[in-house]
Nanobody, 127 residues
Framework: EVRLVESGGGLVQAGESLRLSCALS????????IGWFRQAPGKKREAVSC??????????SYPDSVKGRFTISSNGAKDTVYLQMNSLKPEDSAVYYC??????????????????WGQGTQVTVSS
């Protein structure tokens, strides 16, 4: 069974950094993509970044608001995906989720294309 568990959220002040982790288990296949999404109260779930298991597709960040501040990466064992968030702003406050597309390597900004989701971790940035 594919499972994703997020950690690393918390309360920080504007300008500070956080690193979120997404622990992967049950990945008995090589082709997948892991995305980070966020959802603030009253807003739609928004794609933040994605990384493919294939070096051909690499990684991507979606909203212009995070480009240059957020970086996605994975560890050598490819069992953990990180989201490094720098220069955090109050508008980054949201529940952050990681999600997986299985048996495919192309990232997507659309939540409906993801097969499995973690439970989410809260990020709150105070001004």
């Amino acid at each position: 069974e594919v499972r994703l568990v997020e950690s690393g959220g918390g309360l920080v002040q504007a300008g500070e950094s956080l690193r979120l982790s997404c622990a992967l288990s049950g990945f008995t296949f090589e082709d997948y993509a892991i995305g980070w999404f966020r959802q603030a109260p009253g807003k739609k779930r928004e794609a933040v970044s994605c990384i493919s298991s294939s070096s051909r597709f690499g990684s991507t960040s979606y909203p212009d608001s995070v480009k240059g501040r957020f970086t996605i990466s994975s560890n050598g064992a490819k069992d953990t995906v990180y989201l490094q968030m720098n220069s955090l702003k109050p508008e980054d406050s949201a529940v952050y989720y990681c999600a997986a597309i299985v048996l495919a390597t192309k990232c997507s900004p659309y939540p409906a294309e993801y097969d499995t989701w973690g439970q989410g971790t809260q990020v709150t940035v105070s001004s």
